[in-house]
């Protein structure tokens, strides 16, 4: 609440005269920071008029527009040698010796009272040749965000490579007052880094380099049928000192016939392993596209090779369900088969087609005389896609509660086959 007194020229107030004011009052200016070339700035209060003017730390500004309680502006750039905070002044017509003064209302760069708060930086002994972040937050007095604001890096001492390639990088503080600058340790001897503003706040990091870490291909290689398109996960495995090297970024680069969704980097888990599914294929017959993965923005990188194999050369393998003996009453199980390339690895994109023929179940043929006919119940045709890891899955036919004989024979490329049996006995 503000409450006023109002006088005459003899020191009292007559009240049988009517009296008229207004009040000028300056409260607030956005932004808070300007660089030192100036910029606009927004002053709100009340009591705003259109014949107002604004001084900026002593200089006019241009007002560009006048509401009773806003008026928008562009600040002057700072004097020479001027930085940190200043006053802003709203002044109406020079009959009426009326002002309002907003004491360091806002600053060229850092202002007094601004200062950094810590949010990462390296610590301790880091890896040599990594890049890590080096990251801040500009805040006003009042603990807001300082956005704006000029954050110098300096390597105070030791050995490392800052961001911008110079032993002092500035970096402009964003909106919400975050900056941040990556530091790459060069050597084991220590090291340290300073950031600060140009009031003089600063914070420092202090840290060593020491032995990288290393990048290996868990998946590194993949057959894929010619022709054919397909997801592949693969993994790296991010290794400091043999142990899973958590919290490092890994990423990847496309190459022909192999594509990735989006190129943003995957951060290591706790087990050091970081995945990325790719888009491979279509791939010609021996053709070859090898994909890439590196570590921390360095050349330390691992390689994935995929591989277009000759669907017509390929061979069948068993896994599980080509032979089983069960009870009428038991569920047989799946067929499991394994697609393979003429080198014979595991062979994603094959195309396997099942026959199967469901005979009722018969007894064995007797000693002498001739064997029961069983006769031919359904018959099925059915084709499927091998995985990356070769593997294809068959239900096999059945008729619950009747006792049959399934008889199958599985094909893929041009030659290869694989015979199975199923006996479901009284």
Known sequence: MVRLGIADL????????????????????????????GGPIVIRGIGFRPSDTVLVGGQPATVTSVSPTEITAIAPAAASGVTGSVDVEVDDLPIFYAAGIISGGVSYDAGTGDSLSLLS???????????????????????????????????????????????????????????????TPTSTAPAVVTA???NGAGLQAHFTGGTPPVL?????TVSVAAGATLTWTTQALALLNGAPAGGQSVAWQPAAGISIQTSTPVVTGSNGVAAKALTVGPLAEGQQSTASACLNATTQCVQFTATGARPGYAWLESI????????????????????????????????VTLYQALYAWAPPCPPHGRCAAAPLLATQVSTATSALDGTVVFA???????????????????????????????
């Open 10 to 37: 003899r020191g009292d107030g007559r009240p049988d005269y009517a009296y008229n004011g207004w009040l000028l009052y300056a409260d607030t200016v956005l932004p808070s920071h300007l660089p030192a070339a």
């Open 121 to 183: 930086a390296p610590s301790g002994t880091v890896p040599l040749g990594v890049p890590l972040p080096f990251t801040v937050s500009a805040l006003t007095s009042s603990l807001a965000p300082a956005g704006g604001v000029t954050v110098t890096y300096t390597l105070t001492s030791g050995s490392a490579m800052l961001g911008c390639g110079q032993s002092s990088c500035a970096v402009t503080a964003s909106g919400d007052g975050l900056a941040t600058l990556a530091v």
């Open 196 to 198: 600060s503003l140009t």
């Open 216 to 220: 290996s291909a868990l998946t590194p």
């Open 320 to 351: 599980a369900g080509t032979a089983q003996t069960l009870s009428v009453s038991a569920s047989p199980g799946q067929i499991v088969l394994r697609v393979r390339d003429m080198d014979g690895n595991p062979m994603g994109g094959g195309i």
């Open 396 to 426: 096999p036919a059945s008729i619950p509660g009747v006792a049959t004989h399934l008889i199958g024979l599985a094909a893929t490329g041009n030659s290869s086959t694989l015979s199975l049996a199923i006996e479901q006995h009284p």
